[in-house]
């Protein structure tokens, strides 16, 4: 695997898309990051044991290995998510989307936990959704509290963390994404699964981990709905080729 490249003078950079079986999203992030931002992409089957020399992985969505146990229960233990611990210290950025979010959190990645969505209903809608952090290789081309219009496809997308865990989640910073309206108010109205304190998307301290729920790469062209999603790839792109992840320091992954 080849990292950052140069095509005709223009830095592209590497992304790995892990591919799971069950795996569903992987052709349409693939086809965001390279045919829609003109990067390199690359399917990273789930027996890979090694991520070297990529400038960023992703977890896409689906219903890996079936959904069976719990969502992205087996996935965390598979070779490739096994290989983003030392991916991670070594500086390496990762975003899990929806299945993805799900086997960042089995896999202790991320703190906290998915259940069913309240009401016990498979939701499949476009949502609205606040940025909370923007010092993040996702969100570094945004403007705090600015919102975006999603969809979801998840039928245990709410997100939950015990009373240990949350002083931690707020005083690290690590709640990147809610649920809002259209104008970014934080009502029980526009959660759409019953998520604590509306959230739909966190990261790791550091921010190089980002897990969330709603699909960027199905919001990433005005055919499909709009380009709101594609603002979270480009941040990431932004943030690889001017260097900034030189400024993040390498973390201890427990």
Same mark, same amino acid.
């Given at each position: 695997?080849?990292?950052?490249?140069?095509?005709?003078?223009?830095?592209?950079?590497?992304?790995?898309?892990?591919?799971?079986?069950?795996?569903?999203?992987?052709?349409?992030?693939?086809?965001?990051?390279?045919?829609?931002?003109?990067?390199?992409?690359?399917?990273?089957?789930?027996?890979?044991?090694?991520?070297?020399?990529?400038?960023?992985?992703?977890?896409?969505? #689906?219903?890996?290995?079936? @959904?069976?146990?719990?969502?992205? &229960?087996? %996935? *965390?233990?598979?070779?490739? =998510?096994?290989?983003?611990?030392?991916?991670?210290?070594?500086?390496?950025?990762?975003?899990?989307?929806?299945?993805?979010?799900?086997?960042?959190?089995?896999?202790?990645?991320?703190?906290?936990?998915?259940?069913?969505?309240?009401?016990?209903?498979?939701?499949?809608?476009?949502?609205?959704?606040?940025?909370?952090?923007?010092?993040?290789?996702?969100?570094?081309?945004?403007?705090?509290?600015?919102?975006?219009?999603?969809?979801?496809?998840?039928?245990? #997308?709410?997100?939950?963390? @015990?009373?240990?865990?949350?002083? &931690?989640? %707020? *005083?690290?910073?690590?709640? =990147?994404?809610?649920?809002?309206?259209?104008?970014?108010?934080?009502?029980?109205?526009?959660?759409?699964?019953?998520?604590?304190?509306?959230?739909?998307?966190?990261?790791?301290?550091?921010?190089?981990?980002?897990?969330?729920?709603?699909?960027?790469?199905?919001?990433?062209?005005?055919?499909?709905?709009?380009?709101?999603?594609?603002?979270?790839?480009?941040?990431?792109?932004?943030?690889?080729?001017?260097?900034?992840?030189?400024?993040?320091?390498?973390?201890?992954?427990?």
């Amino acid at each position: 695997m080849k990292g950052t490249r140069r095509i005709q003078g223009v830095a592209r950079v590497n992304i790995g898309i892990v591919v799971f079986p069950g795996s569903n999203c992987d052709a349409d992030t693939y086809h965001a990051i390279r045919d829609v931002l003109a990067q390199h992409a690359q399917y990273v089957w789930h027996e890979e044991r090694s991520l070297d020399g990529l400038d960023a992985v992703i977890l896409p969505g #689906g219903f890996s290995y079936g @959904d069976y146990l719990r969502a992205g &229960a087996i %996935a *965390a233990t598979s070779p490739a =998510v096994r290989a983003l611990r030392p991916y991670i210290a070594a500086g390496g950025l990762v975003l899990g989307i929806c299945n993805g979010f799900q086997t960042l959190l089995e896999a202790g990645l991320l703190p906290g936990a998915m259940q069913p969505n309240l009401g016990g209903r498979f939701r499949c809608e476009f949502v609205h959704v606040r940025t909370e952090r923007v010092d993040t290789p996702f969100t570094c081309g945004f403007a705090p509290g600015d919102v975006l219009r999603i969809p979801i496809a998840h039928a245990e #997308g709410r997100y939950i963390i @015990d009373s240990t865990g949350r002083p &931690a989640l %707020a *005083a690290h910073r690590q709640v =990147v994404f809610r649920y809002c309206d259209a104008r970014g108010n934080v009502t029980p109205a526009a959660n759409p699964n019953g998520a604590e304190d509306g959230i739909a998307g966190i990261s790791s301290p550091s921010g190089a981990v980002l897990g969330l729920m709603p699909h960027p790469e199905r919001a990433s062209e005005e055919l499909v709905g709009g380009t709101s999603g594609l603002r979270i790839f480009s941040s990431l792109v932004l943030w690889i080729t001017t260097g900034r992840r030189l400024s993040m320091q390498p973390v201890e992954v427990h």
